[in-house]
T-cell receptor, first 115, second 117 residues
């Protein structure tokens, strides 16, 4: 069965500091992995996705993530945090069996950016 | 890019009434749409998968008679919360899968905040 674990429900960084949000997955088959961002009272926006091409994936807003098969990880990083990055971040793995392609979600990490 | 809209963005209703939430794919045809529920400070919980022209597939523990889903066209799916009660208050989010895109990417609506008094 596929599952996603996000380590740290809350992360706080200073403006300009490195952002690191952790995501580990378990999957019996090569996974597709996603990071989404949710701003308060809004829907979800895709930040980036890994679909078995390049292991280092660049997304929007300066975020990137690296797929590491040996560590079963897909951590999200940004070199320099901005106040506007404060939001909820969700990691997800896609179920590749069947026709519906359901997403399996992590519990989310709330990112706070301090001035 | 693919856009998904939801209407209404928020709704307040009295206990016992029914509320309909619409999810539309604006610039693509979505054979599959997903309905999620999100409680404050929590992750998304998949409620059901909606396929155009067929019955929705509900996740375990979701009452199909309580949450009626209709996917009558390739651009519209509706979720009706019947006889709503305060415990149904939540943020409901839909997503739509665009089969024309690689990896059947899902696009999310902005969500609907339901408050039942």
């Amino acid at each position: 069965a596929q599952s996603v674990t996000q380590l740290g429900s809350h992360v706080s960084v200073s403006e300009g500091a490195l952002v690191l949000l952790r995501c580990n997955y378990s999957s019996s088959v090569p996974p597709y992995l996603f990071w989404y961002v949710q701003y308060p009272n809004q829907g979800l926006q895709l930040l980036l996705k890994y679909t078995s091409a390049a292991t280092l994936v660049k997304g929007i807003n300066g975020f990137e993530a690296e797929f590491k098969k040996s560590e079963t990880s897909f951590h999200l990083t940004k070199p320099s945090a901005h106040m506007s990055d404060a939001a909820e971040y969700f990691c997800a793995v896609r179920l590749n069996a069947g026709n519906n392609r359901k997403l399996i979600w992590g519990l989310g990490t709330s990112l706070a950016v301090n001035p | 890019g693919a856009v998904v809209s939801q209407h209404p963005s928020w709704v307040i209703c009295k206990s016992g009434t029914s509320v309909k939430i619409e999810c539309r794919s604006l610039d693509f045809q979505a054979t599959t749409m997903f309905w999620y529920r999100q409680f404050p400070k929590q992750s998304l919980m998949l409620m059901a998968t909606s396929n155009e022209g067929s019955k929705a597939t509900y996740e375990q523990g979701v009452e199909k008679d309580k949450f009626l889903i209709n996917h009558a066209s390739l651009t519209l799916s509706t979720l009706t919360v019947t006889s709503a009660h305060p415990e149904d208050s939540s943020f409901y989010i839909c997503s739509a899968r665009d089969p024309s895109r690689s990896h059947n990417e899902q696009f999310f609506g902005p969500g609907t905040r339901l408050t039942v008094l």
